[in-house]
Structures are given as structure tokens and as C-alpha cells.
């Protein structure tokens, strides 16, 4: 071995490398060097050059042995975001959805990182309330706002020009000439908790052996796969409704994902008869800040009024809590 040959070696071996998972649909990580002052471990959220562009990406794991042929064509890591790490147990389900749904490691990954492009307070609603000074120029579609809002309660201002049949515009117009005034809504109360014992069916035999079962795995702690055959109309739901109340129980979260989003109605309505109260929804269409709160994003305040069951279509539910039931 020459004397460059050795030199390159060596520095390349005081070269730290990192192993970056990319939100890209690729399975393996790329290799990255870390600059010189830069801190990282895995699950450090990073933004690394990938072609003619930056992505968000996370660092998966050291590189104690990096190829010393491709030290001159390593890159370096961009930037450390300063967000939260993604945790050991959230980088290894990662790999578990990955290897049980066939998919690859990025795209799995990019379902953790898209909706926190969108988090961030969560958004002020305004309402508007009546004043009671008379606009200059008063037209029909202004009067029904005026009917609507003649109780002077603060309402959703979006709520009130539906109720109204009017655009935000002619809202906006009663705000500028001082008919009404616009005030932030108070925030939504915590969602209220399931009750798991509010209204116990009577099982069959047949369906208390399922139940039974059921409970079994949902107190167990680990991951397990439960299929419940049945005709239409035998109780699989309710079933599956104990395996919930078991997590409820014990202090857990409950996700649940509906195959189709017009089925979603119904068994919100069926969850509120077992329960006592409505599933929090996370529709497509809801407002990611929104989810976020539904889904306790805090996981360090727990509070006693947090709400322990989500319902979601399967594609809109992209991160889980820490105290989930598994």
C-alpha cells in the first residue's frame, strides 16, 4: 500500500458516517458524512441532499464501517432540524410495516414526516358576534346575517354565513363597518372517555368464547393479529368492541381504521351506543393541526380527559400515540 493510498484510508476512518433513511420509495438507506461540530444520533431529523435537491430525513443508524472507496463521494448531512427525534419504537415500526406490507422503508417513513410539514399552534377559529349598530346600507343578504346572529352569542363565522345563505365576504364587510365584531373561539373542550362498561352486551356462548379470547390479547401488551370470521350479522363488531374496552381499561389508545370512509357514520353511531360517546373522527378532510390534538401529540401531558379512541379511513391515521394499545 502506497503512502496516498494510506492516507486516504486513514482519513476516511476519522470520517464519521451516518446511515439516512430518505422519504423516497427506496428500501435502503444512503450513506451520509457528518460534518465536522455536527451532533447526531439515529432517529435525528436531518436534511441531506438527495440529487438536484434537500429532503427531510432521518438518521437510522451509525456507519461504523463505511466503504473507503466511496469516501470522495460521500455527502454530507445538510442541516439538524430542530424538531423532536423519532424514537427507537417508532423507527422499529417503521421496519415492521415495511417488511409485513411488503412496501418499502421510505415510503412508510414519509407517512411519519408528511403531517408534520402541516403541525405546528393550531389555528385560531374566529367568530362574530352582533354589536348592534346598524350598517349604512343595509341589503337582504346582510339583514339575514343580522337575524342569525340577533341572540349577540359568539358564533363559528364560517357556521353563521352558511346559516345565513351568505359569502365570508359580506361578513367581512359587517366586521369593517363595526355591525359586528370578531372575537377568537374559545377552544373545544377535551373529548369525554369512553365508558367501557356502559352498555355490556349479552354474548352468546359462541361469541363469549370470541370475547374471551379477545380480552386475552388485548390485555397481553404485544402485538398480535386477531381475524374474526362471521357471517354478516353475528357480532364480529361487537366483538372487536371488547377487545377495546379491554384497552380502554388500561389506560390505552385505540386506533381504528375503516376500509371505507362511508361506513364511517354507522359505526360512529354504534361505538357511541357501546361507549356512551362518539369516536373522534379523522377524516381525510380534517385539519392535520386538528388531528394532531385528537391524537395527543403531547405525549408528556397526560391528562384525564384525553380522549382514548380515534377512528380514522386507513389512509388518513399517519402517526400513533406513545401509549397506544398494541
Known amino acids: 500500500m502506497d503512502h496516498s493510498t494510506r492516507a486516504s484510508t486513514s482519513t476516511a476512518s476519522a470520517t464519521r458516517v451516518v446511515d439516512v433513511l430518505v422519504p423516497v420509495a427506496l428500501n435502503q438507506a444512503y450513506s451520509y458524512r457528518v460534518p465536522r461540530g455536527m451532533e447526531l444520533k439515529p432517529g435525528d431529523v436531518v436534511c441531506v441532499p438527495l440529487g438536484p435537491r434537500e429532503v427531510v430525513a432521518v438518521v437510522w443508524a451509525e456507519n461504523a464501517n463505511p466503504d473507503p472507496r466511496l469516501h470522495n463521494r460521500l455527502k454530507d448531512v445538510g442541516e439538524k432540524l430542530d424538531v423532536p427525534p423519532l ?13 409485513y406490507t411488503l412496501s418499502a422503508r421510505g415510503m412508510v417513513l414519509r407517512m411519519c414526516l408528511r403531517m408534520g410539514e402541516h403541525l405546528g399552534p393550531e389555528r385560531v377559529r374566529m367568530g362574530v358576534r352582533l354589536t348592534g349598530d346598524v350598517p349604512r346600507r343595509m341589503t337582504p343578504a346582510r339583514r339575514r346575517v343580522i337575524e342569525v346572529l340577533s341572540d349577540r352569542l359568539l358564533h363559528g363565522k364560517s357556521e353563521a354565513g352558511k ?43 359462541a361469541q363469549r368464547t370470541a370475547v374471551d379470547a379477545m380480552r386475552a390479547l388485548a390485555a397481553n401488551g404485544s402485538f398480535h393479529v386477531a381475524l374474526l370470521d362471521g357471517v354478516t350479522g353475528s357480532g364480529k363488531t361487537e366483538v372487536y368492541f371488547e377487545a ?3 384497552v380502554i381499561r388500561r389506560g390505552k389508545q385505540s386506533l381504528i381504521l375503516m376500509p371505507e370512509i362511508a361506513l364511517t357514520g354507522q359505526f360512529l353511531d354504534r361505538f357511541a351506543q357501546r ?11 380534517t385539519d392535520p393541526a386538528h388531528k394532531a390534538t385528537q391524537l395527543g401529540r403531547d405525549c408528556g401531558r397526560r391528562s384525564p380527559r384525553r380522549g382514548r379512541r380515534a377512528l380514522g379511513v386507513v389512509s388518513t391515521l399517519r402517526r400513533s400515540r406513545a401509549d397506544r394499545g398494541r
Not at 87 to 99: P, T
Not at 168 to 196: F, K
Not at 275 to 285: K, L, P, S, Y
Open 163 to 205: 346559516e345565513a345563505g351568505v359569502s365570508a365576504g359580506v361578513i367581512d364587510g359587517l366586521v369593517d363597518e363595526g355591525t359586528l365584531t370578531s372575537e377568537p373561539m374559545p377552544r373545544a373542550l377535551a373529548p369525554p372517555v369512553p365508558d367501557p362498561s356502559f352498555a355490556m352486551p349479552d354474548f352468546s356462548r
Open 87 to 99: 424514537k427507537e419504537e417508532l423507527r422499529a415500526l417503521v421496519d415492521w410495516v415495511a417488511n
Open 275 to 285: 361507549f356512551g360517546v362518539r369516536a373522534a373522527g379523522m377524516a381525510f378532510r
Open 244 to 246: 377495546i374496552a379491554e
